[in-house]
T-cell receptor, first 109, second 114 residues
Framework: GQSLEQPSEVTAVEGAIVQINCTYQ??????LSWYQQHDGGAPTFLSY????GLEETGRFSSFLSRSDSYGYLLLQELQMKDSASYFC??????????FGKGTRLHILP | NAGVTQTPKFRVLKTGQSMTLLCAQD?????MYWYRQDPGMGLRLIHY???????AKGEVPDGYNVSRLKKQNFLLGLESAAPSQTSVYFC?????????????FGDGTRLSIL
């Protein structure tokens, strides 16, 4: 079957760096995406990795290793507004993507 | 630019009632999706459509039906609501297959079945 594993919760301090890991098991893997969701809000797209390596978008970076079936989202200079749930999502060679169960990020002042 | 609009935003139903959730997008996207989100379960795909007039089953399709008569609209129907269908429903769209295309989500419909 297809599945993604990510920690259910992560806690970090404002101004620090935090890494959220994601391992996946999916046939015909194409790429890994990350979405952010604030409480009561809609998921919003953050980043996509189709190739191995690091993609950087401002304070957020995402990494993919196909050989390890592993990726991570790196958030730098944490701000209180980054408190949210983060979902990794794997796309394969059909028309849909599979979401992980999400990691809730708590930020302490 | 409205993006993806879901109606209604909230609804309470009694067991056995039927209803339709509407999703409308104004971005000329081909692909549209319905997900449900339950606590600790992430987003699970119910049904999806790769273009006008097409629909396909996702991970949890039982108890739901969909229609895509117009490119901009994707309807999700519950024929006979059950308490297990209490959830937050999200619609999403993408320009093409979401292999490397971001999905754009609506604000969700919070549905309670009593």
């Amino acid at each position: 079957g297809q599945s993604l594993e990510q920690p259910s919760e992560v806690t970090a301090v404002e101004g620090a760096i935090v890494q959220i890991n994601c391992t996946y098991q999916t046939s015909g893997f194409y790429g890994l995406s990350w979405y952010q969701q604030h409480d009561g809000g809609a998921p919003t797209f953050l980043s996509y990795n189709g190739l191995d390596g690091l993609e950087e978008t401002g304070r957020f970076s995402s990494f993919l290793s196909r050989s390890d079936s592993y990726g991570y989202l790196l958030l730098q200079e944490l701000q209180m507004k980054d408190s949210a749930s983060y979902f990794c999502a794997a796309s394969n060679r059909d028309d849909k993507i599979i979401f992980g169960k999400g990691t809730r990020l708590h930020i302490l002042p | 630019n409205a993006g993806v609009t879901q109606t209604p935003k909230f609804r309470v139903l009694k067991t056995g009632q039927s209803m339709t959730l509407l999703c409308a997008q104004d971005m000329n996207h081909e692909y549209m999706y319905w997900y449900r989100q339950d606590p600790g379960m992430g987003l699970r795909l119910i049904h999806y459509s790769v273009g006008e007039g097409t629909t396909a089953k996702g991970e949890v399709p039982d108890g739901y039906n969909v229609s895509r008569l117009k490119k901009q609209n994707f309807l999700l129907g519950l024929e006979s609501a059950a308490p297990s269908q209490t959830s937050v429903y999200f619609c999403a769209s993408s320009y093409s297959a979401p292999r490397n295309q971001p999905q754009h989500f609506g604000d969700g419909t919070r549905l309670s079945i009593l």
